[in-house]
């Protein structure tokens, strides 16, 4: 029986291109889990899009002398084409300026409002002496007054965890032009969440098999909330639906607010887009849905903690009551999967400080599987990975040129000239059962690391397999067998066979090369479908228009399970499924890269 699986990925800022940090974290293992879970038959929506409110829009838009506006739908276009091209298969990923986020969000925030978990409160805010323009929380940094850590945020101390305001760091500069800030008096609304003690706790107690990082973190963050402030002393974002509050040009919600929201207003788009306005209900209502959010660990407090608040907010669930909003009672997520950093020489990876590797430029070079594989096999899922040319040449080269790529070829190579088509297995044999048994029972095996988001434990299960097939033929020797083909199609039935469902098992990690097996083995049609870059009018200001990311994934013939292959479809000699990279690259890497040192 089908259910339904909505993919929720944070939404990356609109300030500039993707480097291979951002997408280890959210791109690639929110495709392959996207994708194993179509190819399981259940009904994903995978849903996201490009932040673009805030000040860091501001920031790069005064950098290249264009508008607020200009500057989003620029790396908008940028974000969905790298997008697109590795491979990550959204259903929607739109944008926070649409007509449509903006009506969710004042809807959202409405049903907050009424149910009384919005206070509006004076507060001390950080202002740019230079520009005059309000300081968000996050572009504020100082030495903790907590745990006495240099570099806390103006929001939270990464380090001790503990909520923090920006006035509360002890000297507190701007991470923009390292300039002490000053703090002026202004009005503010307020997300009441110490409203949200007693119902967020329970909720968090029900979620036991979370994966520890995320669990301990949020319950900390839970044993000392305090009002969180959801409005800026800003003129760029979304309007504040209240008759007070309205017609104040610089008085907008603060970018956290809104983008969050954005999994259920990309929801909206999608379905009103599909010709079905309430289509969104079957993963927001149906208690029986699953929920699942990507991102990095730097932003598990708004998923696992405030994204749920709102929810219940709006759902008349909170500590306070109320009733549910325009929207009715909504799901809450069901899994948080969190990765951690990818780093550089042990540093995050960075455009100001040189250390970045544009997605855009590995992916024209090597291809977006290699890539994707790296992530999946070697990532940093549950600690933070340091990423070297050598580790990923030696992981190319080694496990999918010479172990995956060189199984294909042999098979099929050899298949191709002794028969021309995929042989009758006449007179299996114990071995031959044995491999087929351990590629079938590896479906159950990798299915289940990935519906769990073990994303290196269902590559390395993978592999296994491949591993396996190489053993086999080495140890049958087909090419000795030329007295004797009923053997030698016997044993190349098997190596085809275990192939196709290797490929099979592949296909979410690796889903452009697993198109070209696909097709090597004679198959025809889409395998495994790519998402497209479609050009749409806003549904609510028909003036405007922007691209999305979306596709036809229903069309794809990718199932997951073993499937007999097809006796006597053709087969012709194959190209290498992937190159061998230079061992030179493994110590500098490209030209273009950034040095390690």
Same mark, same amino acid.
């Given at each position: ?17 993707r ?18 879970q ?17 000040t ?14 200009q ?30 986020h ?8 409405l049903?907050?409002?009424r ?22 929380d ?40 390292? *300039? ?20 967020l ?40 639906p209240l008759?007070?509050?309205r ?25 009103r ?8 209900k ?5 208690p ?42 909504l ?62 040449v ?8 010479? *172990? ?6 042999r ?10 088509a ?12 044995e ?13 289940e ?7 290196r434990?269902?590559a ?12 086999y ?16 199609d ?6 085809l ?5 290797a ?9 452009h ?18 998402p497209?870059?479609r ?13 999305i ?6 069309? *794809? ?30 110590e500098?890497?490209? *030209? ?6």
């Amino acid at each position: 029986m089908s259910s339904s699986v909505l993919t929720a990925v944070a939404w990356p800022y609109a300030n500039g291109p993707r480097h291979i940090g951002h997408v280890s974290g959210i791109g690639v293992p929110s495709d392959v889990f996207s994708r194993y879970q179509r190819m399981a038959g259940n009904r994903v929506l995978m849903v996201s899009g490009s932040d673009e409110h805030g000040t860091p829009i501001l920031v790069q838009a005064d950098k290249e002398g264009l508008t607020p506006q200009q500057t989003a739908d620029k790396y908008h276009r940028v974000i969905g084409e790298d997008l697109r091209d590795l491979g990550v298969t959204y259903d929607m990923y739109t944008r926070t300026t649409s007509g449509n986020h903006y009506q969710v969000v004042q809807e959202f925030f409405l049903a907050l409002y009424r149910n009384g978990y919005i206070l509006p409160r004076t507060t001390t805010g950080a202002v740019s002496p230079s520009t005059g323009r309000t300081l968000p929380d996050r572009y504020v940094e100082g030495t903790c007054p907590i745990c006495s850590y240099d570099g806390a945020r103006g929001d939270q101390c990464d380090n001790c965890g503990n909520q923090l305001d920006a006035a509360d760091l002890i000297k507190p500069v701007s991470r923009i032009n390292g *300039e002490t800030p000053k703090f002026v008096e202004t009005e503010h609304l307020f997300l009441d969440l110490p409203a949200f003690s007693h119902s967020l706790a329970d909720w968090l107690g029900t979620k036991t098999d979370w994966r520890p990082n995320v669990l301990n973190f949020t319950r900390n963050l839970v044993d000392d909330m305090r009002p969180r402030p959801i409005t800026r002393d800003l003129d760029w974002g979304v309007p504040i639906p209240l008759d007070t509050w309205r017609d104040q040009p610089l008085k907008r919600f603060y970018v956290w607010f809104d983008a969050v929201i954005g999994y259920f207003s990309a929801s909206v788009e999608w379905a009103r887009r599909s010709g079905d306005a309430d289509a969104w209900k079957q993963w927001w209502q149906d208690p029986a849905a699953q929920i699942v959010h990507f991102m990095g660990k730097d932003n598990i407090t708004f998923h696992a903690q405030i994204w749920p608040a709102l929810l219940l907010g709006q759902n008349g669930a909170g500590d306070k009551g109320g009733e549910a909003g325009a929207y009715g009672k909504l799901n809450l997520p069901t899994e948080i999967a969190s990765s951690e950093f990818l780093t550089m020489s042990g540093s995050k990876f960075s455009t100001s400080r040189g250390t970045v590797i544009y997605l855009r430029d590995f992916v024209k070079e090597f291809g977006p599987d290699a890539l994707r594989y790296f992530i999946s096999a070697a990532g940093p899922e549950t600690q933070d990975v340091d990423f070297t040319w050598e580790e990923f040449v030696r992981r190319t080269n080694f496990e999918l040129a010479n *172990e995956w790529g060189n199984l294909v070829n042999r098979a099929v190579s050899m298949a191709a000239k002794n028969v021309g088509a995929v042989p009758e297995a006449r007179a299996p044999q114990a071995a031959d059962e044995e491999l087929k048994a351990t590629a079938k029972a590896a479906f159950d095996v990798v299915g289940e690391h990935l519906k769990r988001s073990r994303f290196r434990a269902g590559a390395a299960e993978a592999m296994r397999v491949v591993g396996a097939a190489n053993k086999y033929i080495s140890d049958e020797e087909p090419w000795k067998r030329k007295d004797d083909p009923e053997r030698r199609d016997t044993i190349l039935h098997t190596a085809l066979q275990v192939v196709s469902d290797a490929n099979t098992l592949l296909t979410p990690f690796l889903p452009h090369s697993a198109q070209k097996v696909h097709e090597l083995l004679g198959g025809t049609g889409v395998w495994a479908a790519q998402p497209e870059l479609r050009e749409v009018e806003d549904l609510d200001d028909p003036s405007r228009s922007y691209p999305i990311i979306t596709g036809d994934y229903a069309q *794809e013939k990718a199932e997951w399970k073993s499937v007999p292959i097809e006796i006597g479809r053709p087969l012709a000699k194959p190209s290498p499924l992937f190159a061998k990279l230079d061992a030179e690259l493994g110590e500098t890497g490209p *030209e273009w890269a950034p040095i390690q040192k």
